[in-house]
C-alpha cells in the first residue's frame, strides 16, 4: 500500500514541476497544443490534487519559471500573470482536496478541479486587470482568452486528470483516498 | 525532441566554472532584468557584447551555447512574422483584410526574438557550466532569508534541484512513448479537434505513469538511506566567496545598473 510521506511528496512536486518543462514540448506533436491544450496546468493540477496546496503553490510558481529558463517558453513579459494563475490552481486544488469529502473520488476531484480552475482564471484576470495590463484588459478580452480559446483544454482537463488520478492509484503509486475495506 | 536543449552540465575549468553559483545565478538574474528593460540599439549591442564575452569566458564552444536557442529557430521566424503581419496598423506597406505587415511590427519582433535568444543563451551558460548540487546550494543560500518566516528553503532548493535532474530523463521517456503511440497509430495532426482531443490520452497518460514510478522509486531509494526531509544534513564544506567572485558581481551589477538606466 502506498503511503505519501513528506519525502516522496517533495519528489512528486519534483516530477510535476519537471513535466512542466518536459510537458509543453512532448505536446509540440499536436498543433497548437499549447495554446489550445495549456499542457503545463496538467502536473500543477495533479501535484495540487495528490500532494496538497503548498506543493502545488511550489510546482505552479517553479514550473512556468524553469520552463522559460530551460525552453523560453512562456516568454519573460508573459511569465508573472501566468505564474499566479497556475499558482492558484496548484493551490485551490490541494486546498479543496482536504475540505471535499463526498465518499465518492470522482465527485472530490471535480469538485476540486473545477474550483480551482474558476479560481485561477478570476484571479489570473484579476492580476492582468490590476497589475499587469492596468486599464486595457476588460472582461471580454478575459472571458475570450480564458474560456473561450482554451474551451478544448478546458474539457481535456476535466477528462484527463481524473482519470490518471485513478490510473496513479490503480498502479498503487499514490494511496487510495477512500480505501475498501475487506468484510 | 531526442536532442536535449540545455540542463546538461559540462566540466570545465573556465573562469565561469570556477565562479560560485551563487554570483552566478545572481548575475543571470541581473542580466534578464537588464535584458528586459534596455530599448535603444546600443543596449542590445551592449548585452549582445556581453553574451559573446561570457561564452568566450566559458570555454564553451558557440554550439554548446547557442544551441538551444538556435533549435527554436522555427518558434523566432513565427514570432517576427506575426510582429510584422499584426502588430501595428499604422504607416503599413500593404494592407490585406487582418494583416498588415510594417517596419515598426518588424522591428517589434526584433526586439522580442532578440530578447527571447539572449535568456535562453545565458540560462544555457549557466546550467552548462554549474554542477546541479552547487545549484542546489546555491538557491538555498539564496533563500536563505525566508527560513525567518518558517519556509523550508533548503526542501524547496532539493525539490527544484531534483526537477532539474529528472528534465532529461523524463524528456527522453516523453518521446519514446510517443514515438511508440505514432508506431501503433496514433495520430497527432489531425485536423478534427475531437481526434487531437483523442491523441492527448495515449501521450498524456503513460508519460504521467511513468513519471510517478521514477518518483516512487527515487523516494524510496532517498528513504532508505535515511532522508527525512527533515533539516538535519550539514554541507562537506561551507563555500565562501572569493575576490574573483565579488569582482565579477560588483562588475555585472555596475553594467546591468548602467544599462537599465541609461540605455
New interface residues.
Partial sequence: M?TM????K??????C???C???P???????N?GS??C?MH?PVL?CGLICGPQYGL?CGL?GPA?S??????P???YLPPMMIEIAVYGTLCGLMMKVVHTKNLYADLYVSLIIAMLGGRIVGGLAKALIFAGGEYSMATWATGYFVTSL?GI??HL??IP??VV??MR?M??PERYPKVDS | ?SRL???TFIPGSSPVHRLDARVKLLSLIAL?IAI?SVDTLIGYAVIAAITVFVIGLSGLTLKTAVG??YR?YL?FILVLLMNTCFFSAEDPWFSFWLIHPSHGGMVQGLI?VF??FM??VL?NIL?CTTQPMEMTNALESLMSPLRFVKIPTD??A???????Q??PT??EE??M??KAQ?ARGAT??SPK?SE??A???P???P???G??????E??LA??ARG????RIHTNRKKACLRFGDYAAMVSVLAVCILLTAFL
Fill in positions: 502506498a510521506t513528506t519525502v516522496k517533495s519528489i512528486i512536486t519534483a516530477v514541476i519537471a513535466l518543462v518536459v510537458l514540448m512532448a505536446f509540440h506533436a499536436i498543433p497544443a489550445v491544450y499542457p496538467i495533479l511550489l517553479a524553469l522559460t529558463l530551460f525552453t523560453g517558453m516568454p519573460v513579459a478544448p474539457i481535456v477528462v484527463l482519470s490518471i490510473a496513479l498502479a503509486l499514490i | 525532441m536543449p540545455t540542463g534578464l528586459v538551444s536557442a527554436m518558434f522580442v530578447r527571447v535568456v535562453l540560462s546550467t526542501q524547496i532539493i525539490i527544484i534541484s531534483v526537477a532539474i529528472f528534465i523524463l524528456f516523453a518521446d512513448i510517443r505514432t497527432f495532426d479537434l487531437k482531443a491523441a492527448v490520452m501521450l498524456a497518460i508519460i504521467f505513469l513519471a510517478f514510478k521514477r518518483a516512487d527515487l523516494s532517498m528513504e532522508y527525512t526531509g527533515v
